[in-house]
């Protein structure tokens, strides 16, 4: 004890190596049971489903199968989006959405998404229709930006 050695030493296990894990068996092993795992999955509520549907991205899986295993990416592979997500706080939806509840917000801020995306891909199907390649009949404007054909003498 003098030496600072055994500091803590009356709260230790009878058996310190039970303790451990050794580092092999840690690293890159499974802590999940995947028989187990799969069937807690199979036995979630519908609202646990949706969520996870909504938010189990693939930085998510990858960062669960570093923690639990491969085994629980495996069992969770048809939940969640193909692509990241942005997560943004019900507060913004509610302040830019008011609305008398958070889920008309929700579905205020979907319908505006909606209609923006739809509108600027109908814009970007009249830009490519009169850019490059297009006949001189669907050009709708008078085109006053191209260079004379000849140099104009002074």
Excluded: W
């Excluded at 909606?114 to 001189?136: E, F, R, T, W, Y």
């Amino acid at each position: 004890m003098a030496n600072g050695n055994m500091q803590g030493a009356g709260m230790m296990a009878s058996n310190p190596q039970e303790n451990r894990m050794p580092m092999e068996e840690s690293v890159g092993g499974s802590i999940v049971d995947g028989g187990r795992f799969q069937q807690a999955v199979s036995n979630l509520s519908d609202e646990s489903s949706t969520i996870l549907e909504q938010h189990l991205t693939p930085p998510v899986k990858k960062a669960m199968a570093e923690l639990f295993g491969p085994e629980v990416v495996g069992v969770l592979k048809d939940f969640g989006p193909t692509e990241p997500t942005i997560n943004i706080p019900v507060s913004i939806v509610s302040q830019t959405y008011p609305a008398k509840t958070i889920e008309e917000s929700i579905e205020m801020m979907g319908q505006d998404f909606a209609s923006k995306a739809s509108s600027s891909m109908n814009n970007q199907q009249v830009s490519n229709q009169q850019g490059l390649g297009s006949s001189p009949a669907m050009m709708t404007e008078e085109q006053n930006n191209v260079p004379p054909a000849k140099p104009i003498m002074a």
